[in-house]
């Protein structure tokens, strides 16, 4: 193999892990932006999802039932997250929402160990197995397909928060939460909405992660987690494109790592990359500076 | 819920008889009733619980000066817990170093890295800093993982070396106790002299409103980077004896479950309050280490009580620093003037 078309391989590689993180990431960015509340069961809500459309395959649920079963499954426990976790502790120091969420990703996790165990397991979709040969780099038809309905995702979230009455809903209360309630905009509502679609789209995300590496483990949830907050950290969160953009930058940046570096050091590269991004743009290499409201 | 809270947060009469008793008598009758047992008992799983307490104890206190002192959200002890263990260990295995000499060491490892955290507390705040210091504990995992050459990658090093003091190894865990006991009394003794000094004022002040502390000319930056070095030099302390102790180093010690677990022990016993801090480690330490079976259900008792602090009793058992949002003090709603303003959220 030539040096380029090494070089572009990983790029390959890259993009289509990198379109899982930026799944992640806008369904993160968007539950973010809502309540400005990072919530860190959205990793665990995606690992439960995705070992529940394990589970239906295995038991021989055909893959287009168990699949959107699957992420209404997160849709649900996005709902209970944000009633259990988030709505109690509005209003309190931000710290409060931020542990019980926490306790709430230590409690699916838990559940999840005592139902399947702590072995990875390989999932069980069988996707035809195809390599394209675009200019001399092969392509499989896995990355293509997780790519292309990661994309497709995307987009159609993006024109349910612009064009749709509840997407306006969602973007007044991200705006000015007190205002929209006035303008008689169910607050309460929204927000849980937000949640229910951040679980959906993070199960989503979870099932393409399995399929692409045909693996489902318990700290999945928590790594793709950290990784999808750094994209959206890269991309300036709340911001939806910054989020897609970000999540694609980050995925070829470690295909890179792990390509040319040491695969070990592969997530340690991509935590790295946070906390310098951190340390020169708080808001984010795509955001304006934002001064803090005294 | 709401009896649950009023309950839990009701002053009883006993409650205030006990809380004029000056504290530091507590602390005599527990050190009192600590240095009896080795006497009057020779039960070595007792001592081995006991002994595991007080690590955690010192490592507790250390998250506990970040985040309850200063204000500071970390998630990240594990990290300086695991280089203190790797850098007193290694120190005695390669150089020979005297342990007082390699406890030291792990402090000051352990201290510098607490800095290299410390610099982005300077520029990122609340949330942003929790995840840089989960992403700074995952990388310390990593590296002690990958960097087979001196951590032993996966394998980590068994059989490391006991303590030796002055000539005398350390071969029970009565000896490990008293050594651990030691070191929690210089630790807590310190805490307590810090916090009741002008140090201890300025973090109070910076975990309370940075920006009224910098009005007010305390060095923000200092405080923080002061706190983080100081919590993360306990932590190391409490690596060096665990690594010891133990008997092995490896990278499955050191994971985030550990910093979960840190942050659940600081958040039970209450923000801010050392004896707090030992109570914590004292519940949850002695529930993991003395019922093994509740191993399948660690993550349940670890997030079931993050739950119920927030939920139920936000200071925790003996805290008594209140999480408030910064800026103007909440308005009463008995007020009179403001009970006619609408609640856009209540209505719907």
Known sequence: MTFFEYFFAQI?????????YALVAVGYSMVFGVLQMHNFAHGDTMMFGTYCAMAMLLAGVPAV??????????????LCIERLAFK???????MVPTVSAIGVALIIRNTAQLIWGTSTEPFPLRVPQYTFQV???????????????????????????KKTLIGKAMRAVQQDIDAAGYMGIPVNRVISMVYMLGGFLG????????????????????TTMVKAFIAAVIGGIGNLQGAFFGGLLLGVIEAFAAGYISSGYRDAIALGLLIIVLLMRPNGLLSAKVAVKV | ????????NT???????????????FYVMALAVMLVLPIVSDDAFMFRILTMIMIWSILALGQNVITGFCGQLSFGQAAFYGIGAYTSVLLTIHFGLPYPLALVASAVAAGLFGLLVGYPAIRVGGDYLFLVTIGFAEIMRLVFLNWDAVTGGAVGIPNVPTIELFGHALYTNKEYFLLSLFLLSVVVFALHRIIASDIGRSFKAVREDEIAAKAVGINVARYKLLAFRLGAALGGIAGSVAGHFLAYVGPDNFTNWESTMVFVI???????????????AAILIGAFESARGLVDYRLYVAGGLLLAVVLLKPSGLLGSVKLRTPGPPPVDPTDEANASEPQPNKLI
């Open chain 1, 203 to 222: 199960v989503a995300a979870g099932i393409l992660f399995a399929i692409n590496y045909n693996t489902v483990f318990l700290m999945m949830g928590f």
């Open chain 1, 88 to 94: 109690p502790t509005r209003g309190a120091h931000r």
């Open chain 1, 12 to 20: 390959v590689n890259g993009l289509s892990a990198g379109s899982i």
């Open chain 2, 266 to 280: 600081v958040l039970l016993g209450g923000l801010g309050s050392i004896p707090g801090t030992i109570l914590g």
């Open chain 1, 135 to 161: 200019a001399g780099i092969g392509v499989s038809s896995t990355q293509i397909l997780v790519f292309a309905t990661a994309l497709l995702l995307m987009i159609a979230t993006h024109y349910f928060v």
């Open chain 1, 65 to 78: 039932v168990a699949i959107p079963a699957a992420m209404l499954i997160g849709a649900l426990f996005g």
């Open chain 2, 11 to 25: 002053r009883s009469p006993i409650r205030t008889m006990v809380e004029r008793i000056p504290p530091v008598w």
């Open chain 2, 1 to 8: 819920m709401e009896m649950v809270r009023g309950l839990l």
